[in-house]
């Protein structure tokens, strides 16, 4: 199976190599996507009582998980096992989470170091001292397991390393050209270096101001090119959604929020906390206001780039969904078209969501750091 | 719901995982990159400004050319004028001169002509008192080569000496 997986494996790493054209690529993805309903109505032929589930669908393709599946089910599934790493009481315990054998369902117990561990819907419980089994309760939750703290390198974390991997490759290769000559270069890296001057000319210069945007390049370009190319990675066919996780982006409105509460001036927290030119007793009720603005910003900035993603990735899953709700092939004539129509939409919205959350994130920055002239 | 509820294992890994990008690239990626650019941009701004500069000093160039040549035109018609002048004066001087040279020749001619003239008629007067004199000499001499007629011409002088 595993031989059968690399040589997969490898066709796709060829595919992704040779350049494809947009058409083929919206093809592939959306022909890719419908894998996961094949193998589900294949299994609901052989066993009747499951029948297709289409939030267990979606949920399964939008939430992180601890492997890496790409298609079929089973034995037969192609799925990338990722190292599963733990911080339990006793300190560091990892494994490869091909040991759970595709069960979520915690059925599957391995055990290591004298702990034991189950995966229930891509969440690892440890059993407590002497359970061989878990029990759930009432609420359809482990009773007799907690929950260590799960640093497992997952199929979302994974996904990001290949964003790295790929800036990585882009960004150096744009540096040494840089290093090399001072003309203006050619191909990917000139759009690239377009880019770089969209940032630079369109969000950064505006609104933090040409005295101060220097410092905030690193981080805005850096943020900028991780979730444009994180939206795009994540609608290739079987890829993560990595920007349309909550976890990922409360990181990164954390560092938003970090920027402007280390960066702002005297005169930013003398808007927020007494507020000058208005009457004493409403200042302390603006501080209020003002505070809770802070903190809303990047909430809202975290919340909107997830919620984009994720809507995309639903409402495309759901159109195709369909054709299994209905069970009818004839479905596939409106849905594919529509899925289509979106598939390209969140071509858009992949950068579009970039660019907002840059921009914005220069705005609050730009704010912070604002001389203010006093009249 | 599991969808809305961070997963600290996934936020530790992006936090990490970002700072790590952040400062690699800043440092090897977006400090080259942005310093080239600007420095790109500046060369590129000098260009258009010494480009600037050439064509304003061509033109400047162009308008002094433009001046000198005017310059040049106005002195060469000045010039011409002058010697135009100097030509019609020189012309009106000579020809003056040479009227007065003229008048002055002929005064002079006509002075000796006057003199030649006077001295022609007094040595005119003179040949012709000397021919009288030789003529009446031989006449006188002819006349009285007898001794009467001596006589008789002494009683004609005495006779007129009467009459007065």
Known sequence: ?375 | MDLIKPEIGLFVWQTVVLLILLFVLAKFAWRPILGSIRKREESINEALDSAKKARLEMENLQADNEKLLQEAREERDAILKEARQIKEKMISDASEEADNKANAIIEKAQESIRTEKKAALAEIKAQVANLSIEIAEKVVKKELDNKQKQMELVDNMLNDVKLN
Do not use: C
């Open chain 1, 1 to 375: 199976m595993h031989r059968i997986f690399e040589e997969r494996k490898l066709s796709r790493a060829n595919m992704r190599t040779t350049y494809l054209s947009f058409k083929l690529l919206v093809v592939l993805t959306l022909g890719l996507f419908v894998h996961p309903f094949t193998s589900f109505a294949q299994e609901g032929d052989s066993e009747s009582e499951e029948a297709f589930n289409a939030t267990d669908m979606i949920m399964h393709h939008i939430s992180d998980a601890h492997s890496w599946h790409f298609f079929g089910s089973g034995e037969d599934a192609a799925v990338l096992p990722l190292p599963v790493i733990l911080y339990t009481d006793d300190g560091l315990v990892s494994f490869m989470s091909s040991e759970f054998h595709h069960d979520v369902e915690a059925k599957h117990v391995v055990e290591k170091d004298g702990k034991r561990f189950v995966n229930y819907h891509e969440k690892i419980y440890q059993l407590n001292e002497g359970e061989e089994t878990v029990e759930f309760n009432a609420e359809h939750y482990p009773a007799n397991a907690e929950r260590p703290l799960d640093l497992s390198i997952t199929k979302n974390v994974a996904a990001m390393f290949l964003t790295v991997i790929v800036m990585l490759v882009f960004f150096f290769s744009l540096a040494k050209h840089h290093k090399k000559n001072e003309k203006a270069p050619r191909g990917l890296n000139n759009a690239l270096e377009s880019l770089v001057l969209f940032v630079r000319d369109d969000i950064a210069i505006p609104q933090i101001g040409e005295k101060k945007y220097m410092k905030f390049m690193p981080f805005l370009l850096t943020v900028f090119f991780f979730i444009w190319i994180t939206n795009l990675l994540g609608l290739l066919p079987g890829a993560a959604n990595v920007t349309g996780n909550i976890s990922v982006t409360v990181s990164l409105g954390m560092f938003t929020l970090i920027l402007i509460v280390v960066n702002g001036n005297r005169d930013y927290w003398k808007h927020i906390f007494w507020m000058p030119g208005i009457p004493t007793f409403v200042k302390p009720i603006l501080a209020v206001v003002e505070v809770l603005g802070l903190i809303i910003k990047p909430v809202a900035l975290m919340i909107r780039l997830f919620a984009n993603i994720t809507a995309g990735h639903i409402i495309i899953l759901s159109l195709l969904g369909l054709i299994f709700i209905l069970e009818h092939v004839g479905v596939a004539g409106i849905s594919v078209p529509f899925a289509f129509f979106i598939m390209i939409l969140e071509l858009l919205v992949a950068f579009l969501q970039a660019f907002i959350f840059t921009m914005l994130s220069a705005l609050f920055i730009g704010m912070a750091v604002q001389e203010h002239e006093h009249h």
